[in-house]
């Protein structure tokens, strides 16, 4: 059937939202059909979640903007129930679900909370359970509790719930961010299997790959506005960022690293890793890859303390550590830094401003007598947000509040100004959108040039390809293979 031939799933036109003097919307259009799984990307502060809130009806939008769904005109704004009533769903990029309960109390949670029934007959519920995972291919045990669950089944969980009663949207934020390629794929089986069933799907994601390979078409924002709309699987990556960012981008020349070996590794044995030893030579970004269940992300968290190592020896120009006394002050004392892969729960502290996480690793330049010299603390924060263009930078605002890539730069902000000898990454451009992950490689790279060594973890073979030199790949945890960067 054409797309001529019925109405749109959702259609939106002349979007526009403001916040204080700020425009955040200006006439925005989207049009997503039935059976589509359309794709909608841009740079952080595009307005990408603000569109996905207006739809939610969390946030009002401003007069003149237009919202139909299914054909049907709706007014706007949307008050509280009311997309739920028009069919659309929404999966948000922390999945909504409660850890403690079983995967059954999950799915079923608002339908229960909405019956008040005196008496469940949780049998029941669990074979109604299994029946809606089975429709959509999906195998999960009811009975396990969500904290128990892989982060990809914690992801099918979430998708299922929403899509269970056949919405005519669903609109996805972010759902793959956290996960390695081969579970992102079951989450795209699942999510062309409810596009095949008639769903509108709007995927919201900054994995332009990601996009490209899994949507059919891809809306693009840039500072608010439409910046096109185009056909995903014929638009290429470097067009797709060039609208994002609205510049073109240069190939960057690298030189090879050069210099005596820095850091030296010698049988580093972990969970999985066993009797690892490698070498990082000065100015050098080098890669591990592999994999789940290989390995390759292992290292970092080792060398950094964060893991406690079975086994194993560091040597850097600050010295040389037995890995299995390491803890991270002693890393940090030995000018190591490690920038995981969960930054939200790793790698800062949410209910801290931004200003307080990032000079955490320096707090003793700011102890006095009697306590700190917040002034001094503020002043040097804001001037280190600034610098590595973190929005908003200042540092009383909340580190949760912060969009993805601006949390990653505050970050990488954070540790670089310790200067590191060793950098650790892991999954450093993960949902990060396009125009701060040119910066942060930048920054990166920038290191190296100055004589650090940097190791980079990672299953994202464009990533490894932006980032690195060479590129170890490892399999049940020893290296297997060797790859220089074709750019290197």
């Known amino acids: 059937m054409g797309r001529d031939e019925v109405a749109a799933a959702l259609e939106a036109r002349r979007i526009s939202k403001s916040f204080g003097g700020t425009r955040a919307l200006e006439r925005v259009g989207i049009v997503v059909e039935r ?3 359309h794709g909608l990307v841009g740079a952080n502060g595009s307005g990408k979640s603000t569109l996905v809130r207006v739809l939610a009806g969390y946030h009002a939008p401003a007069p003149g903007g237009s919202l139909t769904v299914a054909g049907r005109a709706v007014d706007l704004p ?3 129930g009311r997309p739920r009533e028009l069919g659309l769903r929404f999966v948000h990029q922390d999945l909504g679900l409660i850890p403690s309960l079983s995967a059954v109390e999950n799915l079923r949670l608002d339908e229960l909370a909405a019956a008040r029934r005196r008496w469940i007959s949780w049998s029941r519920e669990r074979a109604r359970a299994r029946a809606s995972f089975a429709r959509f291919g999906v195998e999960i045990d009811p009975r396990a509790p969500v904290e128990q669950l892989t982060p990809v089944e914690r992801a099918l969980l979430a998708i299922v719930r929403a899509a269970e009663d056949a919405p005519t949207v669903l609109v996805l934020d ?3 961010a956290y996960l390695p390629g081969p579970e992102r794929r079951r989450v795209h089986a699942l999510l062309r299997e409810i596009a095949g069933r008639g769903a509108g799907v709007l995927l919201v994601s900054h994995d332009l790959n990601e996009v490209r390979e899994l949507t059919d078409r891809v809306t693009v924002l840039r500072e608010g506005r439409n910046a096109g709309t185009l056909d995903a699987g014929a638009a290429e990556p470097r067009e797709l960022a060039e609208l994002m960012v609205g510049v073109g981008f240069e190939s960057r020349p690298r030189s090879p690293a050069r210099g005596r070996d820095t850091v030296s590794i010698v049988g580093l044995t972990g969970e999985t890793v066993r009797d690892l030893s490698l070498k990082v030579r000065r100015g050098e970004v080098l890669g591990l890859t592999g994999l789940t269940g290989s390995g390759f992300d292992e290292p970092p968290y080792l060398l950094f303390g964060a893991r406690r190592a079975r086994g194993g020896n560091l040597a850097t120009s600050e010295g040389e550590h037995d890995l299995t006394e390491m803890t991270p002050l002693r890393a940090i004392e030995a000018g190591i830094a490690l920038l995981p892969a969960d930054r939200a729960r790793d790698g800062a502290v949410g209910s ?5 996480n990032v000079v955490l690793p320096v707090l003793d330049r700011y102890r006095r007598a009697l306590g700190l010299d917040r002034g001094r603390l503020v002043r040097d924060a ?5 610098d590595h263009g973190v929005s908003p930078d200042e540092p009383g605002a909340a580190f949760e509040a912060l969009s993805g890539g601006n949390q990653q730069k505050a970050l990488v902000a954070k540790w670089l ?6 950098l650790l990454l892991d999954e450093p451009l993960r949902g990060v959108d396009v125009g701060a992950r040119r910066q942060l490689v930048e920054r990166i790279r920038g290191l190296a040039a100055l004589g650090a060594a ?4 990672s299953a994202d073979g464009e990533q490894l390809d932006e980032l690195c030199d060479r590129v170890l790949v490892l399999e049940d945890g020893k290296v297997v293979g060797e790859e220089w960067s074709p750019s290197a």
């Open 417 to 422: 100004q310790t200067a590191p000898s060793l």
């Open 78 to 80: 949307l008050p509280p």
């Open 352 to 356: 801290l401003g931004v200003g307080d």
């Open 454 to 457: 940097v190791l980079c973890a």
């Open 35 to 37: 059976g589509e799984l």
């Open 382 to 386: 804001a001037a280190l947000l600034r």
């Open 174 to 176: 972010e759902p793959t």
